[in-house]
């Protein structure tokens, strides 16, 4: 039996209302998890991105690219894994300001983990961390002993080390 794999998949498509919830339907019927998923603009005018991250064989990732890329909206998926790819996560931490000044340990763990303030008040203060998800998950760990009032992590964003065709394929596509 074909192994499990991380991949992070990459779909360029028409900005289209209910075109996410199709894709991610894709994926329900087959009872797969989506780990993360982001969608934003891409680099090219009027295309955006999506960016998912899955668990699944290959021979199911392939299937799914198919039946993904017959949405009318879809110009082209692709998948990758790990290491074909730069890839980062975001999160933010909400913490009580009295750690700030009653922990120097707090500034430890900020300094180390290359973690930057971005609000402070007289309740809380706003920590941003950025990186693999490996450093996101022992950040919070770290910090969950002390107390964290809100966390949230964005989905996965990737660029491919290797250079991608969807410039040739979006040229070809708007003729």
Do not use: W
Not at 8 to 33: C, D, K, P
Not at 34 to 41: D, F, G, V
Not at 97 to 122: A, C, P
Not at 144 to 151: A, L, N, P, R, Y
Request: contains cysteine.
């Amino acid at each position: 039996m074909e192994e499990k794999q991380t991949y992070t998949v990459s779909i360029y498509t028409e900005n289209n209302i209910g075109l996410l919830n199709r894709i991610s339907a894709i994926f329900q019927r087959r009872h797969i998890n989506i780990e993360s998923i982001n969608s934003s603009k891409s680099e090219i005018k009027s295309v955006s991105r999506i960016t998912l991250l899955v668990k699944i064989t290959e021979v199911n990732m392939k299937k799914i690219i198919g039946q993904i890329e017959k949405q009318v909206e879809v110009i082209k998926a692709y998948y990758h894994l790990d290491e074909q790819i730069v890839y980062q996560e975001s999160c933010l931490f909400k913490l009580s300001s009295d750690l700030l000044i009653d922990n120097d340990e707090i500034q430890n763990i900020i300094n180390d983990s290359k973690t930057k303030v971005v609000n402070v008040n007289k309740e809380f203060f706003v920590l941003k961390k950025s990186g693999r998800k490996e450093e996101i998950e022992e950040l919070y760990h770290v910090l969950e002993k002390h107390g964290i009032m809100q966390f949230v992590r964005a989905g996965r964003i990737a660029i491919t080390k290797d250079k991608m065709d969807i410039s040739s394929i979006i040229a070809t596509y708007n003729k």
